[in-house]
């Protein structure tokens, strides 16, 4: 059964206990996306307001609905590496590193010390363009959890047009690494979810479908089952 999970674009610290109260029943995972403004144009929390994540990182704080999810961050930025095990400290369960960011492969080598282990059980994924080819994982093996196929041809803005790229990318990918999980974030809908699963992936990201549904829990329900 392919697994689902909500998807916050956060303007604020504040903005993140707003959208998770609509679905705070649901649990589980939640996927908070950062934008830093110069990997893509659009810029989220915590970029647009330095220094306003150290509450968490330093424990100070727990993260909005700390108790109730697990939190999964898809770090839109040039140079992850300079943030990451702030997210680590602050109880990340998820960090997901875009392979065309600059500083790529220093953030995954970073986040080696953090995989796994049985103090920070950290998951990384490795996000590739929908029109990316499976090569640039070879440059990366050993180092990342999951893939993650994006969707959408622009990334780091929710309610973007689903790129049917992605699809032969997922098989391509799923035939090439028939254990791998691979994770889709963007455009996924009703119809969209059929797509991707059907081309191999285990995983979708849901935004706008979920977040916008006047009962998420049977969002996800119909999201399921239509994916079977």
Partial sequence: MIEIIPAILPKSATDIEVQLSHIQDLGGTVQVDMVDGVFVKNI???????????????????????????????????????????????????????????????????????RGTELVPVEVGLALMAGASPELLEGCAGLYDFVQVMGIGRVGVQGQPFDE?????????????????????????METIKKVAHAGANRVIVGHAILNADDPNEAIHDLREAAR
């Fill in 165 to 189: 790229r992605c699809l032969e990318l997922i098989q391509k990918l799923r035939e090439l690494y028939p254990e791998l999980v691979i994770q889709v974030d963007g455009g996924i809908d």
């Fill in 44 to 114: 989220s929390w915590p970029y647009n307001a330095p220094g306003s994540f150290e509450v968490f990182a330093n424990g100070d704080e727990g993260i909005p609905f700390w108790q109730e999810f697990e939190f999964q961050f898809d770090v839109m930025a040039e140079h992850p590496e300079q943030h990451v095990e702030q997210y680590v400290r602050a109880g990340a369960s998820g960090i997901v590193i875009h392979a065309r960011a600059e500083g790529a492969l220093a953030s995954l080598n970073l986040l080696q010390q953090y």
